[in-house]
T-cell receptor, first 114, second 118 residues
Framework: QKEVEQDPGPLSVPEGAIVSLNCTYS??????FMWYRQYSRKGPELLMY????GNKEDGRFTAQVDKSSKYISLFIRDSQPSDSATYLC??????????????FGKGTHLIIQP | ETGVTQSPTHLIKTRGQQVTLRCSSQ?????VSWYQQALGQGPQFIFQ???????GRGNFPPRFSGLQFPNYSSELNVNALELDDSALYLC?????????????????FGPGTRLTVL
């Protein structure tokens, strides 16, 4: 079983729709949960990060972490064509444990239709 | 733009050759991480350097090696290139407050170097 599972899509929705992107993970040692956005031919850029369980909101974006079910979500409200990109979930262990790199999902290719 | 730069942008090599990729960190950052992103996949952690020493390593063979310089720029070297090494190589810089790079330190990614091995 991969450490992080993410549906690669593509996911196509009409402009203005609410988008739900999800990942599951297998190792309960992970404590930091991040969502990155990657446009074609660019490096990933951080959208949001959450420590442990809970919700976090930033403008049109909401990140949710449910550690009991090992499930993380990103919601995008009022989706825009400029939101079309690949969305990568990433997780990391807490401090002092193992390698300090991020473990990424495969990424979900999102298309917002005008 | 993150302020992290990578060179070259694209590179074509043949199997068995060696390659060196370069990364300049964002100003003030002391930690550099390298990732390999194959087509259609998420980035995979190769290793991280903090204050010129390897700080952690992912599941990559020893032919993947690196360096970090006193100005915190970094190199990734890959020896004996294989076809499966074809990928986008990303570097990310971050600032660790003290000691080992730990807790949450946001990683800022460069645009990547696209390596093709023929």
């Amino acid at each position: 079983q991969k450490e992080v599972e993410q549906d690669p899509g593509p996911l196509s929705v009409p402009e203005g729709a609410i988008v739900s992107l999800n990942c599951t993970y297998s190792n309960s040692a992970f404590q930091y949960f991040m969502w990155y956005r990657q446009y074609s031919r660019k490096g990933p850029e951080l959208l949001m990060y959450t420590y442990s369980s809970g919700n976090k909101e930033d403008g049109r974006f909401t990140a949710q972490v449910d550690k009991s079910s090992k499930y993380i979500s990103l919601f995008i409200r009022d989706s825009q064509p400029s939101d079309s990109a690949t969305y990568l979930c990433a997780i990391r262990r807490g401090s002092g444990g193992g390698a300090d790199g991020l473990t990424f999902g495969k990424g979900t290719h999102l298309i917002i239709q005008p | 733009e993150t302020g992290v730069t990578q060179s070259p942008t694209h590179l074509i090599k043949t199997r068995g050759q060696q390659v060196t990729l370069r990364c300049s960190s964002q100003s003030g950052h002391n930690t550099v991480s390298w990732y390999q992103q194959a087509l259609g996949q998420g980035p995979q952690f190769i290793f991280q350097y903090y204050r010129e020493e390897e700080n952690g390593r992912g599941n990559f063979p020893p032919r993947f090696s690196g360096l970090q310089f006193p100005n915190y720029s970094s190199e990734l070297n890959v020896n004996a290139l294989e076809l499966d090494d074809s990928a986008l190589y990303l570097c990310a810089s971050s600032l660790a407050a003290s000691g080992r790079a730990s807790s949450y330190n946001e990683q800022f990614f460069g645009p990547g170097t696209r390596l093709t091995v023929l």
